[in-house]
């Protein structure tokens, strides 16, 4: 491992640490949902509906380091942040060691989260 990427790693605990919140995950093919801590934000954004009609928006995201994983979250894996679920959409990694989940909120924490078939 180069001096950099020890830097990024422990950059990134005390990130997460600083700015996280603990997060459950619904990873397709683990037995159990898994406690982690994560960045939750949901940004403000404009959509371009080609209308010219302005129309606002938000993304809900989640950001992880992937090394807390143990396996890489799919399109229609699951997270409850602050007691909502939300459905995996994409999966970014930004090429440091975070994955960035962009979410869409899809239920109440009581229900089971649902994968597509393969």
């Not at 950059?11 to 603990?22: D, H, K, Q, R, Y």
């Not at 009609?53 to 699951?78: F, I, K, N, Y």
């Not at 679920?85 to 962009?102: A, N, R, T």
């Amino acid at each position: 491992m180069t001096v950099f990427s020890e830097l990024t790693r422990s950059m990134s605990a005390i990130v997460l640490t600083t700015f996280g919140e603990p997060v459950v995950f619904h990873l397709e093919g683990q037995p159990e949902a898994l406690t982690r801590r994560a960045i939750f934000t949901a940004m403000h954004q404009d959509v371009d509906t080609r209308s010219g009609v302005p129309v606002s928006s938000t993304q809900p995201m989640l950001e992880v380091r992937q090394v807390d994983l143990p396996a890489l979250p799919t399109q229609g894996d699951a997270v409850t942040v602050q007691g909502a679920l939300y459905l995996i959409v994409d999966v970014q990694p930004d090429g440091h060691g975070f994955l960035k989940l962009m979410l869409h909120k899809g239920g109440s924490e009581h229900e089971a989260p649902t994968h597509p078939d393969p």
